[in-house]
């Protein structure tokens, strides 16, 4: 369903599972980025009314799973921590290039924001399906069905503001770039990485 052209090694819960306190931390900061990107949506496109109403809503969606995981966080005894760059995403957005049409900067970032969220929702099942602290796992499969609607929402957006033949073509070509990442990640305790 997600379309990823290379399945994470399920090796990757092994590490996850030695430092849960380090993917919880990871995780939280991607739930803030999730937030931010869709304000962000709407600042730089409030002419889609329609992209404004489900950015809102989205919005307060992954703030209320930052809470979540933030809660887990404080539970465990540790704190947050300062800001991490995901190296997975950082290398995701050189795919593009920068400037061009305001609807292909659009269609770009919904693509971004769509692979994210269907390699997160890929990630969540593992966890949900492998880790032993049973009650994380249940966690991770409610957030990890979250994630899948939130997939396939940027990309029916994409398709609606773009060409779609052309959109389809592109999304089609982060895949392939986006397995060519993931060779070299899937050694940390990141969602991501």
Known sequence: ?????????????????????????????CEQKAASTAISLIISFPEHPDLVEEMIAL???????????????IARGITLGRYRKDEYVVELMKFF?????????????LLYAALIEARSCERFRLLSEQLK???????????MVSEAGHYTMFLKFARKYGDREEVDKKWNDLLEYEAGIMKNLGKKETVHG
């Open 59 to 73: 919005s307060r969606e992954e703030m209320g799973h930052f809470k979540m995981v933030h809660d887990r966080i």
């Open 133 to 143: 602290d049973k009650e994380l796992a249940e966690f991770y499969h409610k957030l």
């Open 1 to 29: 369903m997600l379309g990823l052209k290379l399945p994470t090694d399920p090796r990757w819960v092994n590490i996850v599972e030695k430092n849960i306190d380090e993917i919880l931390i990871d995780h939280a900061y």
């Open 97 to 109: 290039p920068k400037g061009g049409s305001r609807t292909n900067q659009l269609v770009h970032r």
